[in-house]
Nanobody
Framework: QVQLVESGGGSVQPGGSLRLSCAAS????????MAWFRQAPGKEREFVANINWSGGSTFYSDSVKGRFAISRDNAKATVSLQMNSLKFEDTAVYYCKANYRRGEVWGQGTQVTVSS
């Protein structure tokens, strides 16, 4: 089993930055990829970014490309999401997801609010 705990959410003004972290525990050796998703009020959960655990290749949704950066620290079994130039529409609960040998697991989510 793998467990995930997110941290780093909060409130920020438009144009500001936040950094989210997701710490994995348990059978972290079996993780082969991690991702961030988000869900705004009244909307479906949507993909934000993912990263391959071994090679480190990344992929982003068009809505965050060039503003967000996903990274991982294999030794610490953590994945981070650096969010820059935040917009009102980035307001959502952000979830971390890990794909591992036995399936997938989600974190509990962390709130990001962009407001003036």
């Amino acid at each position: 089993q793998v467990q995930l705990v997110e941290s780093g959410g909060g409130s920020v003004q438009p144009g500001g930055s936040l950094r989210l972290s997701c710490a994995a525990s348990g059978q972290t050796f079996s993780i082969y990829g991690m991702a961030w998703f988000r869900q705004a009020p009244g909307k479906e959960r949507e993909f934000v970014a993912n990263i391959n655990w071994s090679g480190g290749s990344t992929f982003y949704s068009d809505s965050v490309k060039g503003r967000f950066a996903i990274s991982r620290d294999n030794a610490k079994a953590t994945v981070s999401l650096q969010m820059n130039s935040l917009k009102f529409e980035d307001t959502a609960v952000y979830y971390c997801k890990a794909n591992y040998r036995r399936g997938e697991v989600w974190g509990q989510g962390t709130q990001v609010t962009v407001s003036s």
